[in-house]
């Protein structure tokens, strides 16, 4: 009988949006996410790009997460959300820094 019941408790703690599971789930598809968008957009390397790409695509919301518990946890946290998304793009706005902006820089400490 334990087995039963500790079989149904496991069914619906999957099903809760806000497990633990889910959680890391979110907030990990919210940082590959963003980080490949700004990778995507930024890189000069055609490599880097198609990784990015494919890895955006792999992570994205139809595979690792259905719509509905993404918008959940999206509106439960959504303090905690932007907090990733701009912590994120600062990281990788700065990784992917362009020639132009850094030779700009070199230019003003010669001259």
Same mark, same amino acid.
């Not at 490949?36 to 890895?55: E, Y």
């Given at each position: ?22 959680? #890391? ?7 590959? &996410? ?28 139809? #595979? ?12 439960? &946290? ?6 990733? #998304? ?23 400490? &010669?001259?």
């Amino acid at each position: 009988m334990e087995e039963i019941v500790s079989a149904i408790t496991g069914v619906f703690d999957k099903l809760n949006p806000f497990n633990i599971g889910n959680l #890391i789930i979110y907030f990990s598809w919210l940082v590959v &996410y963003t980080f490949t968008l700004t990778a995507i957009w930024r890189s000069k390397r055609g490599f880097v790009r198609l990784f990015c790409f494919i890895a955006n695509q792999l992570f994205s919301i139809g #595979i690792i997460l259905s719509w509905a518990l993404t918008v959940i946890l999206a509106y439960t &946290y959504w303090i905690a959300s932007l907090g990733t #998304i701009a912590a994120t793009l600062v990281v990788s706005w700065f990784l992917f820094r362009t020639a132009s902006q850094r030779d700009a820089k070199a230019v003003m400490y &010669y001259d």
